[in-house]
């Protein structure tokens, strides 16, 4: 089979989604699955959208349209704030998206009376984070602009942590992005459909407190598909942190020094980092670089460990074992690694259910 690949066992995402959707349920919190670490992957949409997750999450237009293209429409979310210069395929292919902008917002009114449709807008809220979102002050203001907007509907609001500054989603900021729905809606005299608490950082909280207050959604992405915690990168009780791997294949396995010899400068990618020591050792290296995948994100598998990459070459110790040539490992990701390889075109991505695993053992 073609390497370096990714490997996407939808059985075991469909494991994690169902999971997570049913546990936050129990929370009064239904889940949008975001797509955007998958290229608009249309067969892991489905999961998603068979798991129970009320909406579909994307950051780029794109993978909005290519998944359309390719399902059919279902309820999709631009999680980041439009372009003006792509609004109108915004309100063609979105039915909401995530907003900070006035200006945008217009444009998106505009874009949306001449395609005669609505479109559902979520205004976001800076809570400290500092990536997106109108200042608490500012958010009132921002309210009475959009509700005058002709083919705009306001849904509701949402904050969005742990992404820039690694800020803890904790029952302080939830509690104030609640407070702002309740003000929003005496003020206006209005409801909010939408209380979007904001990402995977947002389960500890989210299943760790006795009351979420109003907020009734979170977008979740990594949790489902590499099923760890974003904030310390735990293993999620309960999910498969398998579900996608990166599998790579051996070109070059030879007893070398763990030393370099010669006058040392800097290497393809700056200076390198100062080696210890170990001797001799068996050095196996893998067919995929910067190129294909984060090195640095990558889990190896038990014996072996990654020492550095270049563009194109994993250089890894495999412990005293010479690896044979054509011999494939495969290595678990973070979402660094992930998002690199899905938009990497050198990496095949294969989709695979219980059932073709079935069939691959039966017909051996
Ligand atoms: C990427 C993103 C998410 C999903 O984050 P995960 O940590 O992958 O769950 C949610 N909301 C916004 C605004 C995002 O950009």
């Not at 005299?189 to 500890?204: E, F, P, W």
């Not at 100062?274 to 990558?298: E, F, H, K, N, W």
Request: net charge negative; proline share 5%.
């Amino acid at each position: 089979m073609t390497a370096p690949r990714l490997e996407i066992n939808l059985d075991k995402i469909r494991h994690n989604a169902t999971t997570l959707v049913e546990s936050l349920k129990l929370k009064g919190i239904s889940v949008t699955g975001v797509t955007k670490a998958t290229l608009g992957s249309f067969e892991i949409a489905d999961v998603f959208l068979e798991s129970g997750v009320h909406a579909l999450g994307d950051s780029r237009i794109e993978n909005i349209e290519s998944m359309y293209r390719a399902r059919g429409p279902a309820p999709m979310t631009l999680i980041r704030s439009p372009m003006l210069s792509q609004v109108q395929r915004v309100v063609k292919y979105a039915d909401m998206s995530f907003n900070t902008e006035l200006d945008v917002i217009r444009e998106l009114s505009s874009a949306a009376r001449k395609e005669n449709r609505g479109h559902g807008i979520v205004l976001m809220v800076e809570l400290g984070d500092l990536r997106e979102g109108v200042m608490p002050r500012d958010l009132g203001l921002i309210v009475r602009e959009t509700l005058r907007l002709p083919n705009i509907v306001l849904k509701g609001i949402g904050t969005n942590l742990a992404c820039r500054s690694g800020v803890i989603p904790d029952a302080r900021n939830m509690d104030e992005l609640s407070s702002l729905a309740d003000s929003i809606e005496s003020t206006f005299d209005r409801s909010l459909d939408i209380v979007s608490g904001g990402n995977s950082a947002n389960l500890q909280w989210a299943l760790g407190s006795s009351s979420v207050g109003r907020i009734n959604d979170v977008r979740l992405g990594e949790s489902i598909l590499l099923g760890r915690e974003p904030l310390h990168r735990q293993p999620i009780d309960g999910l498969f942190t398998d579900a996608i791997v990166l599998t790579a294949e051996v070109i070059e396995s030879k007893v070398k020094p763990s030393q370099p010899w010669g006058n040392i400068a800097q290497t393809a990618f700056g200076v390198a980092a100062p080696v210890t020591d170990r001797g001799r050792i068996a050095q196996t290296i893998m067919a995929i670089g910067q190129q294909d995948t984060d090195p640095s994100g990558l889990i190896p598998p038990n014996g072996i460990e990654i020492l550095s990459a270049s563009s194109d070459h994993l250089i890894t110790d495999s412990d005293g074992r010479l690896i044979p040539v054509g011999t494939e490992l495969a290595f678990q990701l973070n979402y660094s690694a992930l998002l690199r390889s899905m938009t990497s075109p050198f990496v095949a991505k294969v989709v695979k259910t219980e059932r073709d695993n079935l069939a691959a053992s039966c017909s051996q």
